[in-house]
């Protein structure tokens, strides 16, 4: 029988679609556009283990898919190439970081190439090549040059606003801004020095410098934005990260954040991705109320959502980082408030928040005035409050806070229980013995919702506060004091920043010497010679963030030559957005909302006509690692069989499981694994080490990495490619399990001899028409196929496509007529094999030139159905009737049998029912 030769094949197809340019793609308004994508990856020297090409297999089967039903395919490729890993690798060896990235990439682009996925590698784009970046930084200055207009509710160029300033001053100006902006009059505007008038316009840009408190990761350098850090540590590298004030670029991403709940009822993201970033931005509604401190003129100003609540505050609690502490420390208090916000500043913000169990604060000396009752309320501090969220300080109400609850607890606070003319529950009746009631005085009687508006209007009218909409949001932390990013396009004067023109970009990265810190702490550009702009002013020296570049590369791929803009109006005009974007769910707040937020911007400014990138997205789930384990004894060099391990006192210790087949260990290999196992006494059952597994995380440290490399060597990229799709529905997550890659490795092959006979090599295919049986296989395949990748049930097409192979291979079919079309249909899953096939049968032309087989319903049609006859409840016959046949007509031929007549005996039924395509019952 001819042999199916993968690796003869793959290659052989691979440089075929790239000679050929196959799935290079260009705007052609004739045929409907498909955008599909995937999430770009940052080039990891490791290359890409099994678990990896999980999402990319899907969106590759889609793309193919979409382009054989007549679509227009755009499926580009490109890689997230600035960040930690290559920098910190060219800190520890000298190495410069573009060298590892381009190493890394050219891995990364071989592997992706050996699973012949149908990327448009002319549209490549790399985050850190200059000819991207310069656009990178042409956004960064479109920002720089806006204000958030909230009366337009829209993004406007800054010269609207130094307009307005010229002719108004900023009395009338409706903004997203500083908090601490002055009113200032046209005649202010006008005398102002431009240093005074850029000062101010920085209270208003959507990018800016403010001092801000941050991530700040020693060990690592640099700023970390919330979302890159977990308990206290940096998520790379696990590395400790304190709280620090310093003077930092910022974005308003708070500008959009109304925009943002709002536009995610209009795209079709996973419900738990939408829920992510409403609780990310956390929207609420109430009032800011102020607390006069006493004997002072300052004030603490809280922001709450149930100041209806507010005559049951019993002490006052300020966030560790608030800039107020200093002011309210009395020297009695002074170093127990300093020992605890160190401590207090190793905790992030995550871990603060869900932290329930721990109760911790300390007393500041300090008393606030209360605004209604006059009685002094003592302020403490406690890291359960963020300095980043409303304003730094919140009213305690113990009596309606678990939290505040547990804190009055611990450190035998009062806990006022409020009360009015009403009845009050056994809940708040059982409250009230942990302390004293009062009543609720001018919110007496009132509904929850009648008292907070009462009490809104009670403090405004009073002049001690403003209602207010807050968010859990902060604005986006969008510097880093490291090298291997993109260079901000700014230079200072006088400390006030200034962009480049865009003819001086792109700003290109400077040679160091070393990329560490310079010996004052400078960031590693600060080493650069000559490192300033052409007038002998320094550049930044921060660089940006690594979601600068994700933020916007779906658009670049339209039209990724283009030096001249971004990309092309008829280039956005025609691809719009992606229809399609698949990958991970713990991008939720960082990649998924930053890019959301600079494309909301673009659609303001009017560079593209649409203000949501992407109109689904699908999270994959994530192949896990199926580790192995031997059983070593202790305090000897003895292993035991999986078994027999209860009879010993023994311990599991991880192996490679590239050594073990169907749970079998390769006791050679293990002993080259572990070259202390050379002298092992090895333990066996039935002359067999079986070895114990479990379904962890996919990682070296297990030696449960399996190498994607190695399966196509040995069963074939399509094969990989389809059992990967086998193991499970692409949004769960799934263990994997190379013992079972062979049942998919059999199926190609037994749908390869569909086509050959006996004799060596040949094809024998044929002409005859195919009969009712084989169209209905064919066809009930067809449809098949297209629901499930509708439906993203792709491991259910795998699964299809083996039944009805078993099915042709049993009806002894090798008609064209089934074939041929049965090849369009698998060639999304297995291209390699499917394009040697569609040659094999002919063709000249790349099977995905052709047209996808139409699914003709009239051939699952029943000619006729066996219809069940029961007389009396028993079944006593069986009959063959058309499909087509009425009742009275099914019921005349049922009656008319003979076994129903001898068992009805020559009497008249006293009811027969019909149920079409079911069964007849005959009642006597």
Known sequence: MAEYKHLEVEKKWQQYWQENKIYEVSIDPSRPKYYILDMFPYPSGAGLHVGHPLGYIATDIISRFKRLKGHNVLHPMGFDAFGLPAEQYAIQTGQHPAITTETNITRYKEQLTNLGFSYDWSREVRTSEPSYYKWTQWIFKQLFNSWYNKDSDKAEHIDTLITAFAESGNQAINAVCDDDVPAFSAGDWNSWSEEAQQKMLLKYRLTYIAETTVNWCPALGTVLSNDEVKDGFSERGGHPVVK???????????????????????????????????????????????????????????????????????????????????????????????????????????????????????????????????????????????????????????????????????????????????????????????????????????????????????????????????????????????????????????????????????????????????????????????????????????????WAGSSWYFFRYMDPDNDQEFASEKALDYWQQVDFYMGGSEHATGHLLYSRFWTKFLYDMGFIKVDEYAKKLVNQGMIQGRSNFVYRVKNENKYVSFGLRKEFDTYPVHVDVNIVKDDILDLEAFKSFRPDAEDAEFVLENGKYVCGWEVEKMSKSKYNVVNPDDLVEKYGADTLRMYEMFLGPI???????????????????????????????????????????????????????????????????????????????????????????MVIALAPFAPHLSEELWSLLGHEESIFNASYPVFDPSHLVEDSFEYPIMVNGKMRAKIQLGADLSKEEIESQALAHPNVQKWTEGKTPKKVIVVPKKIVNVVV
């Open 244 to 546: 620090k004030s310093m003077a930092q670029w910022s974005m308003r991403i708070t500008a959009y954040a109304d925009r943002l709940i709002s536009g995610l009822d209009k795209i079709d993201w996973p419900e738990p991705i939408k829920d992510m970033q409403r609780n990310w931005i956390g929207k609420s509604y109430g009032a800011e109320v102020d607390f006069a401190i006493e004997n002072s003129d300052k004030k603490i100003r809280v922001f709450t959502t149930r100041i209806d609540t507010i005559y049951g505050v019993s002490f006052m609690v300020v966030a560790p980082e608030a800039e107020i502490v200093q002011h309210l420390t009395t020297p009695e208090q002074k170093q127990e408030v300093e020992d605890y916000i160190a401590v207090a500043k190793n905790r992030s913000e995550r871990e603060r928040m869900s932290d329930v169990k721990t109760v911790s604060g300390v007393f500041t000396g300090s008393y606030v005035i209360h605004p209604f009752s006059g009685e002094k309320v003592p302020v403490w501090i406690a890291d359960y409050v963020l300095a980043g969220y409303g304003t730094g300080a919140v009213m305690a109400v113990p009596s309606g806070d678990q939290r505040d609850f547990d804190f009055a607890k611990h450190f035998d606070l009062p806990i006022v229980q409020i009360i009015d003319s009403q009845k009050i529950t056994e809940t708040e009746a059982d409250a009230t013995k942990e302390g004293k009631m009062i009543n609720s005085g001018i919110l007496n009687g009132l509904t929850p919702l009648e008292a907070i508006d009462k009490a809104i209007a009670e403090v405004e009218q009073k002049g001690i506060g403003v209602r207010k909409v807050n968010y859990r949001l902060r604005d986006a932390i969008f510097g880093r004091q490291r090298y291997w990013g993109e260079p901000i396009p700014v230079h200072f004067k006088n400390g006030i920043p200034y962009l480049l023109e865009d003819s001086e970009l792109p700003l290109n990265l400077p040679e160091v010497d070393k990329y560490l810190p310079t010996e004052d702490g400078a960031p590693p550009l600060g080493r650069a010679d000559n490192w300033q702009y052409k007038d002998g002013t320094p550049y930044e020296l921060t660089t940006m963030p690594g």
């Open 731 to 821: 949004e769960q997550s799934k263990p994997w399990n190379t013992n079972g890659i062979e049942g998919v490795y059999k199926f190609l092959r037994k749908f390869w001899t569909l086509f050959h006979n006996n004799r060596e090599d040949l094809l024998v295919v044929s002409e005859e028409p195919a009969t009712k049986e084989e169209l209905k296989v064919l066809h009930g395949l067809l449809r098949k196929i297209e629901d499930d990748i509708e439906r993203l049930s792709l491991n259910t097409s795998v699964s299809n496509f083996m039944i009805a192979v078993n099915e042709l291979g049993a009806l002894s079919c090798n008609k064209r007529a089934i074939l041929e079309p």
